[in-house]
């Protein structure tokens, strides 16, 4: 008697235990998804992912083929099995089936998760990537660690609130290597963002090959802050990174900084100067002390030169022009500067981005300024018929430090702990700039104090995510105190990727 009650409750102990841990493997509403999904439905059991799942993905769509091996690959290096990748013209019975429907808003996707088989259907390649990443985020953070990959079933339908959601990485003030900015798309990658805005040149430092002005890479990229070796991409190496990009869904707008900013280019090439005289190479951080010189016509056969070389570099729609913090040149020549260079940017079949002051010229049809400082720039850009992008330094800037301590970042737009970061609404933000006139969320990282990539690392984690669900989430859909607890289930996996994070104490890490 005594030992059959042992059983029992042995019994009864062993059905608990194996029904907790089965709620939380089937249970598809408890992952911590970033970005929140726009909805989220469990039907309450697995699909099993093994060695001999095979993706298959719909024949003849554009750039399917590549996010299907990217999923596979990824399961493969968590699995240490080679998951194969298959074309098909109709879905499967089982596997993972990847594929484009028609009738959803761009860059959505519903994933459809069963006991057999996972069905990823995107508006376009871009959401079907969106829905990879979204089921790579239902598997454990571990990798290879011997146990079945269960994932819990049910439906998620998705789209993001915004079409473009960015972040700049400022290559120009220390130079990152092809290597860390590649890095640094993966991280944008797993969130979902699409954009990489590459701050390109800049008093310290000229980063891209110009065939036509070979000494700007030569000479203008031979520094960066501090004094240290620069560098710069060749033309091949920026292709690569465009491809490398846009394998994960994501365009590259490259900017050259100007009128001010310019010191690398007048130090590279002495007829850019309105002395004729080239000026010293610079690798402090002090800003607004260059200008280009305006009235010359060899400015903008120069201008001319790089804009048509990057553009034919650069597929995605946009060239970014700077114009920030000019303030070495008269308003007067500004003005009419801006307007030429934008029409340059148009004779190469570009649209226009730059800086908020960009708004006081006139904004050629489609620009867009981004905002990062001034709200009367802003403001008067969307009278001028301009599209707004958001960066508001105080709340985005990712070089801000988090708080006093911190010690690598700047703090002249404030300090920027986690919620004080995720904590507003891109269309509420500045008075009479509604969604209507927002192209998107952009967070910009500057280099002056950040020279590597685990320093890029603990400025951009764990504030990155936030940007990314800004941009994605709708604003009634979020909330910090929800956030903070799905964030805390994320820092695991920086861990296993190996980020170096900034451990907030305001986010309930597990
Ligand atoms: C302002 S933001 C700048 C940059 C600096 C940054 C540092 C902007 C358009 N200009 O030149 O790197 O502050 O936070």
Redesign the pocket.
Known sequence: MKIKQYWYSLAALFLMLSACTESVKTDLSQTAFIPKPVSVTASGSAFELNGATVVYVQEGVDGLLSSAEFLSNKINNFTGSAVTTETVSAAPAKGIYISVASGMPAQAYELNIDKKLVKITGADAAGCFFGIQTLLQTLPVKSNTGEPLVIPTGTITDHPDFGYRGAML?VA?HFFSVEEVKQFIDFLALYKMNVLHLHLS?DQGWRIEIKSWPKLAEIGGSLEVGGGTGGFYTQEQYSGLVQYAADRQIMIVPEIDMPG?TNAALASYAELNCNGKATELYTGTR?GFSTLCTDKEVTYQFIDDVVRELAALTPGPYIHI?G??SHSTPLEDYIPFVNRVQEIVVKYGKKVIG?DEIANATPVEGATV?F??DVENTTMGVEKGAQVLMSP?ARA?L??QYDSTTHLG?H??GYIEVDNGYNWDPASLVPGIGKDKILGVEA?L?S?TVTNIDEVEYMVFPRLPGYAEIGWTAPDQRNWDEYKARLGKHGNRFEDLGIDYYKSALVPWE
């Open positions: 400022d003030r800049d900013h800003v700077g920030d913090e800086w981004q990062w400082a330094a800037y070089d801000m700047l002249w737009a910009p500057w002056e």
